[in-house]
């Protein structure tokens, strides 16, 4: 049975309703999930492939809802306040959104939610991480994500979908699989009595399907046009993007109230600017906002990647540390402890930033902390040296280094168009 056609913001109070029915009383459920970095992209495309599946469901669904994860604690929204501008525009609050806290603990997780009860659809990534694939990676029941496919979801998925394509940003590929299913729901409708239920005769049914469908389209375009730096970046943009953004302000367009507001270039500035706003988060809540690790057999990788240069990072090691510390000893400490708390064999820190002459820029520093993580440091910078581009670092503080156990190196990497998502898996290589 497919859950009734509404708006964002009630369709998530379903799905938490439903996920609650899950624990309680043991039903069938299908979670949505993003990957651990919860960026935006993460979030709004598992929120969004949740809605308007859980609304038109293939004949066979698994469950009757799906239900969207942010792959994150719900202390985590504040620390991205890119969700937060989003939210108002797609009219629901961080409390609507769930999070792993919405899930039972994990020493719990296993009979509360016994893993043949459930089904996984990984969006933003191919393979579920950390203690949830320990325990529901046999569970994943389809996947639509722009990484590079590393063959742990099932090459048969029936009725979900099992799409890898390259492009800017995942929200885009969902739009695309999803978008005959949402224009048959935008034209047919709201269920019977929702004028009246909102107490607004007036008001009739496709204006508030209208307004339903623009709140929802917003919430896709914010990834796609921070994904795309809004479909200017030649490295990042795939007809994929253009035509996702191409449908999805079609659907503002259909909604007088929206687009009468909406303008492209000023979502993206509002967008881009709360993502940048991250000067009065902590060092180490900067570090953890976005950071994805990988467990390769006995040894561990870690990757933040953020959005202010090393010479932000570094002051605001020096405003959080006491007394008269150095200020590099501060810096590095603090990198340190992100990585020694999470007991990491190599840590990799990669920065975005804007020079003064409007330049972007990306910093690189790699830093192993065990016998196999220098080894591996040093097989990267050899290998990758020419791929990424990697020039010595010119910037204050002379981070290079080395000693007992432990290999540091910071570059400039020239060669912008690579992100994490090539950065990581050529890490990845250099420890196996
Ligand atoms: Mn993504």
């Known amino acids: 049975m497919a859950v009734q056609r509404s708006s ?36 709004t495309c598992s929120v969004l492939y949740a809605y308007l599946r859980s609304m038109s469901p293939p004949r066979n669904a698994f469950a009757s809802v799906y239900v969207p994860i942010t792959n ?7 620390m991205r306040p890119e969700f937060v501008e989003l939210f108002k525009h797609a009219n629901i609050e961080s ?21 043949e009860n459930t089904n996984w659809i990984l969006v933003d990534h191919n393979a579920l991480q950390g203690q949830l694939g320990k325990i529901y990676s046999g569970r994943v029941g389809g996947v639509i994500d722009h ?12 009725d979900e979908p099992r799409v890898v394509d390259r492009s800017g940003s995942c929200t885009s590929l969902v739009t695309e699989y999803c978008r005959q299913a949402w224009d048959l729901l935008s034209s047919s409708g709201t269920p019977s009595g929702a004028a009246n239920a909102q107490g607004d005769s007036s008001s ?6 209208a307004a339903w469908d623009a709140e929802a389209a917003l919430l896709g375009l914010a990834s796609i046009l921070i994904d795309t730096s809004k479909l200017q970046s030649e490295d990042k943009t795939t007809s994929h993007d253009t035509k996702a953004v191409e449908y999805l302000e079609a659907k503002i367009m259909a909604c007088p109230e929206v687009s009468g507001t909406y303008d492209r270039n000023r979502f ?13 988060l902590q060092l180490q809540e900067i570090l953890t906002k976005d950071y994805k690790q990988w467990d390769e057999k006995d040894e561990k990788l870690g990757i933040s990647s953020v959005v202010k240069a090393v010479a932000f990072l570094r ?60 080894t591996a440091a040093q097989e990267f910078a050899n290998d990758c040296r020419e791929e990424l581009g990697l020039e010595e670092w010119s910037g204050e503080g002379g981070y290079n280094g080395q000693g007992d156990g432990f290999w540091r190196h910071v570059w400039w990497q020239t060669k912008v168009q690579h992100s994490r998502k090539r950065v990581a898996p050529l890490l990845r290589k250099a420890m196996t």
Do not use: C
């Open 72 to 78: 994150i604690p719900a202390s985590g929204i504040q």
């Open 147 to 158: 990484h590079d496919d590393e063959g742990k979801v099932p090459a048969e998925t029936g």
């Open 95 to 115: 409390r609507h959104l769930i999070t792993l806290d919405d899930l039972p603990e994990l020493s719990m997780i296993q009979s509360k939610l016994p893993p």
């Open 315 to 374: 002051q605001k090691a020096k405003s959080e540390s006491i007394g008269d510390d150095d200020i590099d000893g501060a810096f590095l400490g603090a990198l340190q402890e992100f990585a020694k708390e999470r007991e990491l064999d190599l840590y990799s820190l990669m920065t975005t930033s804007t020079s003064s002459d409007g330049e972007f820029r990306r910093e690189l520093l790699v830093w192993g902390f065990s016998e196999a993580g220098v």
């Open 204 to 209: 009739d049914d496709s204006a508030i399907v």
């Open 268 to 280: 993206y500035e509002a967008m881009d600017t709360a993502k940048k706003d991250i000067g009065r």
């Open 8 to 43: 964002l913001r009630a369709f998530l109070a379903t799905a938490r309703g439903s996920l609650r029915a899950a624990i309680d009383s043991s039903q069938k459920i299908t979670f949505v999930i993003g990957n651990e970095s919860a960026d935006l992209d993460s979030m």
